[in-house]
């Protein structure tokens, strides 16, 4: 497999009223474009997000003429693309790691320029895992052997993470897509990775509903943010439904410990944001919106012990079991009791008890 670093195209930040860009600095796609000098045609628009828009093309030329690409343009303005040429650095750097392409990261082929934009060429995958949740599993999730399948896969990824030291700091089912056949998974959307030695104190890093509690609560952090966001992401998988839903940092805070208990006092003591959501007592300041004056107040909870639990929100119940051979049954309960625990393991509150790729990988879930 070839695995020479892609080159960095030498991007001119052109002013953006030259560069066919939106007030955004959004590049304006036109179906049917060619991009490249000639080299790609777009032919779909795959949305855009933070950092960038993204389209998917036909490559016209050369040995892998036909093939389909996927073409991150990065939004024409300074910081967005001083962005876009450190994902491209990360994506070597992993790329150089796994040469044979066995991780499951997202494969970046080159990078061209185009009227003031860097363009990102990827290898083209069908949907991410939001879709695919959506399409065969809305609001009930995939089967379990299906969750086992992908979740490997996403430990896979991670693994090789964690070996160079950084971490992706954004996954959720959107950041990670499949191929046609659904059966193979590649984490994707690098645009806010960083090496853990890059370790800035803010408590908005990652999406809101995967965001460790660490980062929340202003504590240092390294790869470990990413297991628990695998944590929530596989969680979603299998029932559909999203395992943190806080309305904020503070809402999220209660609903992990509803599920976990409560904080250890040493890493409220050292966190940065500690004081924000509980007092000196160690009581949890929750922050509730009064349903009379649509204002907000604060309430005191000593959560002694967690009010609810994995097992009994993710054990099939007998109307689901009742179709399947007395064999069937006891396989089904004994694989999800696995995950139940693997699940328990990733989202532990303090980040140093939290499982590692590797013993993930090993963990009785992936033998089950």
Known sequence: MNHVPAPI??????????????????????????????????FESLGKGMFSGVVRARILEGPTEGKD???????????????????????????????????????????????????LVFESLSMNLRDVVKRFGKDVGINIKA??????????????????????????????????????????????????SDNEITPYLVSRFYRAPEIILGLPYDTAIDIWSIGCTLYELYTGKILFPGRTNNHMLLLMME?????????????????????????????????VTGGDSVRKVNMAKPTRDLRSRLMPGPSALASKTPAAREEEIKIVTAFIDLLDKCIMLDPARRITPRDALLHPFFRA
């Open 9 to 42: 195209a030498p991007v001119n930040l052109q002013v953006l009223a030259d560069s066919g860009s939106d007030e955004e600095g959004y590049y304006r796609v036109t179906l049917g474009e060619l991009l490249d000098g000639g080299k790609y045609r777009v």
């Open 69 to 119: 690409v996927a073409i991150k343009v990065i939004r024409a303005q300074e910081t967005m693309y001083k962005a876009g040429l450190k994902e491209v650095q990360i994506l070597n750097k992993l790329m150089q790691a796994d040469p044979d392409d066995k991780k499951h990261i997202v494969r970046l082929e080159t990078t061209f320029e185009h009227r003031g934009h860097l363009c």
């Open 147 to 196: 969750v086992r399948a992908y979740a490997q896969q996403m430990f896979l990824a991670l693994s090789l993470l964690k070996k160079c030291s950084i971490m992706h700091a954004d996954i959720k089912p959107d950041n990670i897509l499949v191929n046609e056949s659904k059966t193979v998974l590649k984490v994707c959307d690098l645009g806010s990775a960083s090496d853990i």
């Open 259 to 291: 599920l976990k208990g409560r904080f250890n006092n040493k890493l409220i003591k050292k966190a940065h944001f500690g004081d924000l959501h509980f007092d000196e007592q160690g009581l949890f300041l929750s922050v509730e919106r009064d349903k």
